[in-house]
């Protein structure tokens, strides 16, 4: 199955409040984590990573929080705008020389105005 | 920069036809790969390439080949295309193999073999 998913695949948030989109994975031997966004019809862009090193990360209106506990991690989006309708995805890089990324299935985010 | 770029963007097939989506890349960067989206699935790996001349499957890579002959190029062909490989596919590239550094997608390949 799949290592890495998320707990909602719709998330429903009021224009200026924070979001907060979560993502599990399973393996721990996983170093490495990346945000995605995508927007209707385009590619995946890149929004934020993070080391297993690391517990939290931050950009501009977005931080990224890791608990290695409980091998969850979480995206955090302040002050949502219209532009931050997307599907979300978590990646994780398995670590050992592994080649590639494993993305969970997506959440979407629909911004209520 | 043009980034990554794909072509064709749409694509219908009969089920036995054959096809290659193209992709190309200006970033001279040395991984490449291939991922196919499905509804409720995420993004899943074909093959990928760390290289030219180097290439190696993904999660997903039956009933597909890759060739890497130069930096820039990563054609994915369906030999005999068949109704389960209706997908979008997205080429990516990077700096690394995926442990440091962002992946930058095409803007992706929609195939519909009916």
């Known amino acids: 199955g799949e290592s890495v998913g998320l707990h909602l695949p719709t998330l429903s948030v009021q224009e200026g409040d924070n979001s907060i989109i979560n993502c599990a994975y399973s393996?721990?031997?996983?170093?490495?984590f990346i945000w995605y966004k995508q927007e209707s019809g385009k590619g995946p862009q890149f929004i934020i990573d993070i080391r297993s090193n690391m517990d939290k990360r931050q950009g501009q209106r977005v931080t990224v929080l890791l608990n290695k506990t409980v091998k969850h991690l979480s995206l955090q989006i302040a002050a949502t705008q219209p532009g931050d309708s997307a599907v979300y995805f978590c990646?994780?890089?398995?670590?050992?020389?592994?080649?590639?990324?494993?993305f969970g299935k997506g959440t979407h985010l629909i911004i209520q105005p | 920069n043009a980034g990554v770029t794909q072509t064709p963007k749409f694509q219908v097939l009969k089920t036995g036809q054959s096809m290659t989506l193209q992709c190309a890349q200006d970033?001279?960067?040395?991984?490449m790969s291939w991922y196919r989206q499905d509804p409720g699935m995420g993004l899943r790996l074909i093959h990928y390439s760390v290289g030219a001349g180097i290439t190696d499957q993904g999660e997903v890579p039956n009933g597909y080949n890759v060739s890497r002959s130069t930096t820039e190029d990563f054609p994915l062909r369906l030999l005999s295309a068949a109704p389960s490989q209706t997908s979008v596919y997205f080429c990516?590239?990077?700096?690394?193999?995926?442990?440091?550094?962002?992946?930058?997608f095409g803007e992706g390949s929609r195939l519909t073999v009916l």
């Open positions: 990646a994780e890089h398995l670590g050992g020389g592994a080649d590639g990324l494993t």
């Open positions: 970033m001279n960067h040395e991984y």
């Open positions: 393996n721990s031997a996983s170093d490495y």
């Open positions: 990516a590239s990077s700096y690394s193999n995926g442990d440091t550094g962002e992946l930058f």
